[in-house]
């Protein structure tokens, strides 16, 4: 007759799979620096070259619009550099420092805020402070340059950070997406209680220390609205230029 022999069967202990969690945490970190570096490198790579023009401050429809390849590649040689108030050494919350050569004079207006309207990036009636000093606060139009409805260009401020923290209510990341902006798309301003309407005619980006942004012209209203570029950094400024069409 057969025999059965008991033999006591013991549950193997439980391993924790340590080598997947690594490869989760690589995966996981790899996917965090794409997704923060593919809005900068996009731009430089496919955004950057539409802009970057030799171009007439004012509108002209038979100026034909050349890529600067030369300033592009310097912008594709420092554009990726991230820049902060520790690297930098400036405080850029404070627009007085972005053009120290020609500082802002003070507000001699009759309104000192105003309200500004973006309706394709769903930015509405964000506070313009004239010559203000504070854009976590608000958009700041710089002191001196022509005020809205008048002949003159009036020049308005505002942060940017990377696209993916886009909030139209939030000064600190209210330009993120600046540079989907088109040309034909509007802007909207609303001052001393009456409402003008811009049209994007352009958009450039030029150096930091690149005066011409400031610059006045009397045949018409303009309006540049101006934010850091690449997104996340400091390293150049995109000027979206619009005249005044409807009042």
Known sequence: MAQYRYVKSYARPFVFPYRLLSYIFLISGIGLLCWT????????????????????????????????????????????????KTITGKDYTNPNVWYPGKPQKGNSSKGMTYELDI????????????????????????????????????????????????????????????????VGDIIRVKYDEVSYTYEVYDLTVTMPDDLSTLE??????????????????????????????KV
């Not at 030369?70 to 594709?76: D, I, K, L, R, S």
């Not at 540049?224 to 069409?245: E, F, H, M, Q, S």
Request: charged share 10%; hydrophobic share 35%.
């Open 119 to 182: 309706p394709k990036l769903g930015i509405s009636k964000a506070i313009v402070t004239i010559s203000g000093s504070d854009l976590n606060k608000s958009l700041i139009h710089y002191g001196g340059t022509g005020l809205p409805g008048e002949y003159g260009n009036a020049v308005v401020f505002g942060h940017s950070t990377l696209p993916q923290f886009f909030k139209a209510s939030d000064y600190t990341s209210i330009f993120s997406t600046l540079p989907t902006l088109k």
């Open 37 to 84: 570096i593919w809005p900068v490198a996009s731009f430089i790579v496919y955004t950057a070259p539409t802009m970057i023009t030799f171009v007439s401050p004012l509108p002209d429809s038979d100026t034909s619009h050349n890529t600067n390849t030369n300033t592009f590649q310097h912008v594709a040689n420092v554009g990726i550099s991230l820049a902060s």
């Open 216 to 245: 006045q012209r009397y045949d018409d209203s303009y309006l540049t609205v101006v934010t850091c570029v690449p997104p996340g950094t400091y390293a150049k400024r995109l000027n979206v230029k619009a005249k005044l069409t």
